[in-house]
């Protein structure tokens, strides 16, 4: 019998550096991205960070982990056939009218855990994704109420007090100046906007712009948390985990991680089927969580040429081959 199980997490983060979460830049300033909160009847808007943005972070370094295995480490090159399977595998897809995947969907699904844990979009069929995630919000006075439920089962011992909590205007400032490559001299910007020709005069002025952006302060304390729609078998816990363990190794939030934004110091609890978390602080995931990890790595390995011959499937003569994917 497959074993089925369900998993809630309640995860807590303490920011090490600056986040960057942002949704629109007016003039100069990039704008990072709020919630409105009700209090005392009228909305206040909160930083947070989009439940969204941590799934794409977690679909990827799940993906980057799959291909890990059945690249060899990277010794094989592994070429797409079919670009939408790329963009299902790295974005969950699109919805569209007519899609290359009809005639693969059920095979993709049967064989990458990954695509059945995460979901995707397959032409007008939308497989949904047995993960749902929260938005990221910060530890502020008016997301008490909001967050009493994951307080709660968070436990005691990790935040600070309710009562030092910050107001919530006091958890954003501005980072810079920084500086970034104009678009009008970025090639991979010329691919999308035709932003027409740089005249020679100007060449000078629009090697750089000058930018600022909002962001949440270091020190700040974030909750949010992760549970399953429906219940995961085997392959789909262990492909889970084999990303969380991956991703806690040096976890971040946000934006340009690789300039230093975004570092965290996470802390999980909750339960996945009848086990208890309590990590850093016992390090070792309970013995369902090893077995899981051992059989879905052990998957990737025995199953890698099936697993190649699902991802490399041809696209379908006479389709468009434009990939299209979630933000």
Known sequence: MTMLVDIRLTLAYLAEQPIIHTEETLGNISKIKKM????????VPVPALSGNSFRGQLRDVLADRMFEVLSNNGQQ????????????VYSGGALREESRLAGTMHT?????PMIRLMGAAFGNVMLPSKLAVTHI???AEETRSILASAL???GDGILSPVAEWPKAHDLIFNDGPLTRKDDRRDPARQRFVDLGPVPE?????HQQMIYYVECIPSGTWLLHQLYSKYSLDELELGCLFDGLTTWLGAPTLGGRSAAGYGQVRAH???????????????????????QALSKYRAYLDQKRADLL???QAEAKEGQDDQVEGDA
Not at 77 to 88: D, L, Q, R, S, V
Not at 268 to 290: F, L, S, Y
């Open 137 to 139: 919000v910060p530890c």
């Open 152 to 154: 709660s089962e968070l």
């Open 108 to 112: 993709l699904k049967d064989a990458v």
């Open 77 to 88: 090159h592994i070429t797409f056939n079919n670009n939408e399977i790329y963009g299902a």
């Open 268 to 290: 999980v609890r909750g339960k996945v089927g009848d086990e208890a978390i309590r990590w850093p602080e016992h390090p070792e995931w309970p013995e369902a969580i090893k």
């Open 201 to 205: 005069d100007e060449h000078a002025q």
């Open 309 to 311: 011959t699902a991802l």
């Open 36 to 43: 409105r909160v009700m209090v005392g009847g009228k909305p």
